[in-house]
Nanobody, 121 residues
Framework: QVQLVESGGGLVQTGGSLRLSCAASGRTFSSRSIAWFRQAPGKEREFVALINRSGGSTYYADSVKGRFTISRDNAKNTVYLQMNSLKFEDTAVYYC??????????????WGQGTQVTVSS
């Protein structure tokens, strides 16, 4: 099992930037892919981005491609999500998860508690 803690959320204006962090504890962090998901009020949780265990491969949802960048530092047991050109529709609670390389939330067995991102128009 991997324990995950997200941070870095907050309130930002449209067009602004935020960087989310996902700090992990546990010996298996470097052997797991890490993904970011988000959930807006009244909506289902949706995939945002993922990075494989080495950091050599990344994958993004079409809605964030070109604006968000996922990266990881295995020496620090941390994954980052750099979010630029934020839009109102990016408003959601953002979760990081550890598991296999998948865009499906039910494939992930370790989740953080979430961090709120609010983009004001």
């Amino acid at each position: 099992q991997v324990q995950l803690v997200e941070s870095g959320g907050g309130l930002v204006q449209t067009g602004g930037s935020l960087r989310l962090s996902c700090a992990a504890s546990g010996r298996t962090f470097s052997s797991r892919s890490i993904a970011w998901f988000r959930q807006a009020p009244g909506k289902e949780r949706e995939f945002v981005a993922l990075i494989n265990r080495s950091g050599g491969s990344t994958y993004y949802a079409d809605s964030v491609k070109g604006r968000f960048t996922i990266s990881r530092d295995n020496a620090k047991n941390t994954v980052y999500l750099q979010m630029n050109s934020l839009k109102f529709e990016d408003t959601a609670v953002y979760y990081c998860a550890a598991g296999p390389t998948s865009v499906l939330s039910y494939d992930y067995d370790s989740w953080g508690q979430g961090t709120q991102v609010t983009v004001s128009s």
